[in-house]
């Protein structure tokens, strides 16, 4: 069965240049999700959320930068990023009230 509840699988929308002209020309939303998660998890979280008909899901591991404090060099975590395509005529809208 499913190792996260589905508000465990999808932790925020990612609201970036790319992720907004994926959404414009593509029908496509990104989001950033638990590295844990597959692909019929983050599907049904998006589903049942959104009230949404996805037809793909893509997932790719982000890896962390290396940042330098000081003399320090430290790296950033590595994180995993969905793209889910959205049938046609579905909508997700994250800012509905502007």
Known sequence: ?????????LKRPLITEK?????????????EVAMTSN???????????????????????????????????GRRPNWKKAIVTLQSGQDIDFFEGV
């Open 19 to 31: 992720a907004n002209d994926l959404k414009d020309s593509a029908n496509q939303v990104a989001f």
């Open 39 to 73: 692909k019929p998890e983050i599907r049904r979280a998006v589903e049942t959320i959104f009230n949404v008909e996805v037809s793909a899901v893509n997932t790719a591991i982000v890896r962390g930068k290396k940042k330098r404090v000081g003399r320090r060099i």
């Open 1 to 9: 069965m499913s190792r996260n509840t589905l508000h465990q699988v």
